[in-house]
């Protein structure tokens, strides 16, 4: 897709809806095609310089799989890159969502899903960079969007406990940060070297399971345990 200047970009995205801004642009949906435009900040600016070619920005969407949500087509104005598109899910973004709503079973599913998915890219060597506030969740599935940074290395080890402290930071930072710290097997599960997030998850649902006496399911259950605090790696943005 090619515009000739901004203002056949700005008539363009008058059929669009504005979805967010991060750190790179700004993201817009077309609602019937399921279709979401990232536009780089500046990008129409006389001296703007695009950091990223063609092969930066889609040189992983041969990589079929239903976590990471790759860049699909490039955006130019000019044959200068100032963005691309890529599907729309339906989910949040989880540092907007109340942790105390998860459902941890739910949760699980959805982490076995992306394990499968990691494996994935550790066979093709994807090593993945800043997904800790890129990871979308709609109670089923998780997705990872903004891919633009991952590239090609040996330590694909590593993608498991990026992707694994982004989960735990989300549910426990500023809530169970005091409870995790006084329940040993949980503090040094959390604190290991490599993080099992899906033994995580489930030890942390027993442990609460077992102190309130009844099964936990659903954070909010768990109340009596929190013990609000400042977070210490998590921001939140809770709608």
């Known amino acids: 897709m090619n515009f000739s200047n901004k203002s056949e970009f700005d008539e363009f995205s008058k059929s669009l809806t504005f979805l967010a801004s991060g750190s ?3 993201c817009f949906l077309d609602n019937k095609k ?3 435009y990232k536009i780089f900040f500046d990008c129409f600016d006389e001296n703007y310089f695009c950091y990223y070619n063609k092969d930066d920005i889609l ?3 041969h990589i079929k799989n239903k976590t990471f949500i790759w860049p699909k087509k490039l955006i130019t104005c000019n044959n200068k890159i100032i963005g691309y598109t890529s599907s729309y899910k339906n989910a949040i973004n989880l540092y907007k969502l109340d942790p105390l709503s998860i459902d941890l079973i ?4 959805a982490v076995k899903k992306v394990y499968l998915d990691l494996k994935l890219l ?3 060597n994807v090593v993945i960079y800043d997904i800790m506030y890129n990871l979308l969740y709609n109670n089923s599935n998780l997705y990872a969007i903004d891919n633009t940074e991952y590239s090609i290395g040996s330590n694909t080890c590593d993608n498991y406990n990026i992707f694994a402290k982004s989960v735990i930071y989300f549910l426990i930072d500023g809530y169970f940060n005091t409870y995790i710290s006084n329940n040993k097997i949980l503090n040094d599960m959390l604190n290991t070297i490599d993080i099992n ?3 995580f998850l489930k030890e942390f649902r027993l442990r609460l399971s077992i102190d309130l006496d009844k099964n936990i399911n659903k954070l909010h ?3 009596k345990l929190i013990k609000k605090t400042y977070p210490k790696y998590y921001i939140r943005e809770m709608r």
């Open 34 to 36: 399921k279709i979401v």
């Open 197 to 199: 997030l899906l033994d």
């Open 106 to 109: 739910n949760l699980e599913k």
């Open 24 to 26: 790179q642009g700004e």
């Open 221 to 223: 259950e768990a109340r």
């Open 59 to 61: 040189r992983f969407n």
């Open 122 to 124: 550790d066979d093709n």
